[in-house]
């Protein structure tokens, strides 16, 4: 049974930081691509960053480059992603998924386990 649990989301003023923890459980972990994710309501789902199996390459929206930053800790079995500078735009529930090695990141039919979400809100 593969279980991906989101933490780390909440409440925190514009400009402030926050790092959002995927833990991963049910599956061999450093076989599998991670990204993120985020839902703004009234939005489609729309893809943040991402990693793959190797942890050799990243991708990223080109809204958060230069303030958000995905990796990984393998004998963790946990994804992170850390935000910085952080806009109200950025408000959202986010979501980290996984998907079985390959290159494809962006695409989000290509994830076949995703967590539950975790909140997070930025104030202005």
């Known amino acids: 049974q593969v279980q991906l649990v989101e933490s780390g989301g909440g409440l925190v003023q514009a400009g402030g930081s926050l790092r959002l923890s995927c833990a991963a459980s049910?599956?061999?972990?450093?076989?599998?691509?991670m990204a993120w994710f985020r839902q703004a309501p009234g939005k489609e789902r729309e893809f943040v960053a991402g990693i793959t199996w190797t942890g050799s390459t990243t991708d990223y929206t080109d809204f958060v480059k230069g303030r958000f930053t995905i990796s990984r800790d393998n004998a963790k079995n946990t994804a992170y992603l850390q935000m910085n500078t952080l806009k109200p735009e950025d408000t959202a529930v986010y979501y980290c998924?996984?998907?079985?090695?390959?290159?494809?990141?962006?695409?989000?039919?290509?994830?076949?386990?995703w967590g539950q979400g975790t909140q997070v809100t930025v104030s202005s």
């Open positions: 998924a996984a998907k079985y090695r390959g290159l494809l990141l962006r695409a989000d039919r290509v994830y076949n386990y």
């Open positions: 049910g599956l061999a972990f450093s076989n599998y691509a």
